[in-house]
């Protein structure tokens, strides 16, 4: 017997799970079991997606559901993995504990290369890995040199048309082919777990506001996040919303609250705070928001990609800034949602008066800034990469990139033009490796 096994940790990749298996993405299994993972950074005090008022729209996709959690207690999802050592008797343990017996085992996880995700394929060593996408983060490449015992396991990657003609870079060292979820079977499950959700009196047709907690990621300071959420109903109000709904971030602490409506009193505009963790999609069902604005959610994509609604996004240019190391996986969904989404502060751009970017342009950006994040993981996007920064010199798209960032990889735009000839010089080359032999002996 098969024995399909499905590790989430949000609602929304949940949703994409069971849209998958509504669509007839997996093929048939004698048993599926939902393993939750709660990566909140105290799980303690933050409800699991099993325990969010709308899964039970979602409950009847799976024959049984599991805490990774408790399994693993008492350490903390994201910061556990087996010892390699261990892997086989972890096996043995979990088959015993979850009665799998002798089945096949075939893995649906997310982000592959963290925990908990890359921990339960590294248990299972025989099972095939389908991947899914929770996001945008599958437009990036992989974030780190996956050992290919996981790696060449993997046989696709699934994900929602959230940018159509984007296609994702997560796993393409693998040659691993990207599939989509129709979307036709995500908004119906959208429409289920809408019509779960008990949600107080929201006002239709408002300006919905979406918090990110971004500060509990060392992104931005929590006095930074705040101002941001203060530029949301400021730039919300500036163009003429005088109904507002904010959405904070599950974890983001009761504080901002009280700033965000106090802001929003002041400029004579009525805001509503929901404090309930609820998909910001049932909210665009529930309520038709006027326009949503945000940082760099995914939300903002499914928004304008999935529900038709205006959207605008604050707050990306001083991300793409702050991003640190250049490699961080967020950099691509922030890359994404500022060059695709008008700035909440342009007016004429938010009401369609300004053209954005094609989607050709963001193709060829997303690859330049993949190869850049990660030039080791897909040399194959060099050529590529210097193309598009060979031809696009102007500041609207050097600021995607960091200029010490570009003269490591000897890339166009890293080095003045007068010295552009050193990264093909080979003495120049010698050098700096004669340089960083000192440096690197002089520390020790």
């Given at each position: ?16 799970l ?23 950074a105290?799980?303690e ?38 010892r390699?050592?261990?892997a086989?008797?972890w096996?043995?343990?979990l088959?015993?504990?979850w ?13 592959i ?7 339960v ?16 983060m599958?437009?990036?490449?992989t974030r ?6 996981v ?11 959230l940018?159509p003609?984007l ?14 979820v ?14 779960h ?13 979406l ?12 006095e ?10 400021r730039g ?9 709904v ?13 700033a ?11 805001l ?16 038709r ?11 903002l ?11 605008a ?18 950099r ?9 989404l ?22 060829e950006?997303?690859?330049a ?19 598009f ?5 102007d ?13 490591s ?36």
């Amino acid at each position: 017997m098969t024995t399909q096994i499905f590790l989430a940790s949000t609602l929304y990749g949940a949703a994409t799970l069971a849209a998958a298996l509504d669509a007839g993405c997996f093929g048939p299994a004698g048993r599926r079991i939902l393993l939750v993972s709660n990566n909140a950074a105290v799980p303690e005090t933050t409800p699991a997606l099993d325990e969010a008022p709308g899964f039970a729209a979602l409950r009847d996709r799976f024959d049984e559901v599991l805490s990774w959690n408790a399994t693993v207690a008492p350490f903390h999802p994201s910061g556990w993995s087996p010892r390699p050592d261990d892997a086989v008797l972890w096996e043995r343990h979990l088959r015993l504990a979850w009665r799998l017996g002798d089945d096949d085992v075939e893995l649906a996880v997310e982000s592959i290369q963290a925990q908990p995700a890359l921990g339960v394929t590294q248990i299972f060593t025989g099972a095939p890995v389908t991947v899914y996408a929770d996001g945008l983060m599958s437009y990036g490449p992989t974030r780190i040199k996956l050992d290919p015992l996981v790696g060449t396991r993997v046989t696709r990657l699934l994900h929602l048309d959230l940018v159509p003609g984007l296609r994702p870079l997560l796993l393409t060292e693998y040659e691993v082919p990207a599939e989509l979820v129709p979307t036709d079977a995500f908004r119906k499950v959208l429409d289920e777990l809408a019509a779960h959700e008990e949600l107080p009196p929201l006002p239709q047709g408002a300006a919905l506001l979406l918090g990110q907690y971004l500060s509990a990621l060392d992104i931005l300071t929590p006095e930074e996040e705040e101002a941001l959420h203060l530029r949301m109903v400021r730039g919300a109000v500036a163009l003429g919303h005088r109904s507002l709904v904010f959405k904070p971030h599950p974890t983001a602490p009761a504080a901002w609250h009280r700033a965000v409506t106090d802001e929003a009193e002041r400029l004579g505009a009525e805001l509503t705070v929901l404090d309930l963790p609820v998909l910001a999609e049932v909210l665009f069902r529930r309520i038709r928001p006027a326009l949503v604005a945000g940082c760099f959610s995914t939300a903002l994509i499914t928004a304008s990609a999935l529900h038709g609604l205006p959207v605008a996004r604050t707050g990306t240019t001083m991300l793409l800034d702050r991003l640190t190391p250049y490699q961080n996986s967020n950099r691509i969904p922030v890359t994404v949602v500022d060059a695709l989404l008008p700035d909440l502060e342009d007016a004429a751009a938010v009401r369609g008066q300004r053209p954005g970017t094609t989607a050709e342009e963001l193709g060829e950006l997303v690859t330049a800034v993949g190869y850049a994040m990660q030039a080791k993981i897909h040399p194959s996007l060099r050529a590529d990469a210097v193309r598009f920064l060979a031809d696009h010199q102007d500041e609207r798209w050097l600021r995607y990139f960091k200029r010490r960032r570009l003269a490591s990889l000897g890339l166009p735009g890293g080095l003045p033009s007068g010295l552009s000839f050193l990264p093909d010089n080979r003495l120049a080359r010698r050098v700096v490796r004669r340089a960083r032999q000192v440096r690197r002996a002089v520390r020790r």
